[in-house]
C-alpha cells in the first residue's frame, strides 16, 4: 500500500514538473532557413524544482519514418539553460511560466514531416532527484 501512494505521488510529480511545448503547435509548417520561436512552458507546480538544461532538436522523418524523439534528435537547435518565468506582456496572464528561444531552422534540412523535440534535465523535491523527459511536436518543414 505504501508503495503505491509513494508510486503514485512520484507520478504526479513527474507530471507536474513536465514541460511542454507551447509553440509551435503539432501539424504546423515551418521554413527551412528561417528563424523559429519555440516556446517551452513548464506548469508551476507545488514541489519545488531547479532547471538544470534543455535541448531543441529538430529531425526529419526520413522515408515518412518518424524516428522517437529519445533516440534522435536530428539538428541541435540550441542546448543551455532554462529559466521558465511568467510573462509579463499583457493579455499573456492566462500563460504557465515559460521561456521563448528563437532558433533557426537549418537552411538545408530535408523538407516534409519531422519532429520537433525538447529534452529536459531537472532536479526535482527535496532530494532531490534527477529528471529527465523528452517532449515533441509533429511538424512539417517547407522548402527555402
Ligand atoms: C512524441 O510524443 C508523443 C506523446 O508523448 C509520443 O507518443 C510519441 O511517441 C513521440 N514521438 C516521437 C517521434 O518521439
Ligand atoms: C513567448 O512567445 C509567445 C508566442 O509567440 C507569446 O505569446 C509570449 O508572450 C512570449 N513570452 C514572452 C515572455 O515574451
Given at each position: 500500500m505504501k508503495f503505491f501512494i509513494v508510486?503514485?505521488?512520484l507520478i504526479a510529480s513527474v507530471l507536474a514538473q513536465s514541460i511542454?511545448?507551447?509553440?509551435?503547435?503539432?501539424g504546423d509548417a515551418i521554413q527551412a532557413g528561417q528563424q523559429l520561436t519555440v516556446e517551452v512552458d513548464r506548469p508551476n507546480s507545488l514541489t519545488g524544482s531547479e532547471e538544470v538544461a534543455i535541448v531543441i532538436g529538430l529531425r526529419p522523418c526520413y522515408?515518412?519514418?518518424?524516428?522517437?524523439?529519445?533516440?534522435?534528435?536530428?539538428?541541435?537547435l540550441y542546448?543551455?539553460?532554462?529559466?521558465?518565468?511568467?510573462?509579463?506582456?499583457?493579455?499573456?496572464?492566462?500563460?504557465?511560466?515559460?521561456?521563448?528561444?528563437?532558433?533557426?531552422?537549418?537552411?538545408?534540412?530535408?523538407?516534409?514531416?519531422?519532429?520537433?523535440?525538447?529534452?529536459?534535465?531537472?532536479?526535482?523535491?527535496?532530494?532531490?532527484?534527477?529528471?529527465?523527459?523528452?517532449v515533441n511536436k509533429s511538424l512539417t518543414i517547407t522548402g527555402s
Open positions: 508510486a503514485a505521488s511542454d511545448i507551447g509553440v509551435p503547435v503539432s522515408d515518412n519514418n518518424c524516428v522517437a524523439a529519445d533516440e534522435a534528435i536530428g539538428s541541435v542546448n543551455g539553460g532554462f529559466k521558465p518565468q511568467y510573462s509579463t506582456l499583457p493579455g499573456t496572464g492566462e500563460k504557465p511560466p515559460h521561456q521563448n528561444f528563437t532558433v533557426t531552422v537549418p537552411e538545408d534540412i530535408q523538407a516534409g514531416p519531422a519532429i520537433l523535440s525538447v529534452s529536459h534535465f531537472s532536479l526535482v523535491g527535496a532530494g532531490p532527484w534527477p529528471m529527465f523527459e523528452v
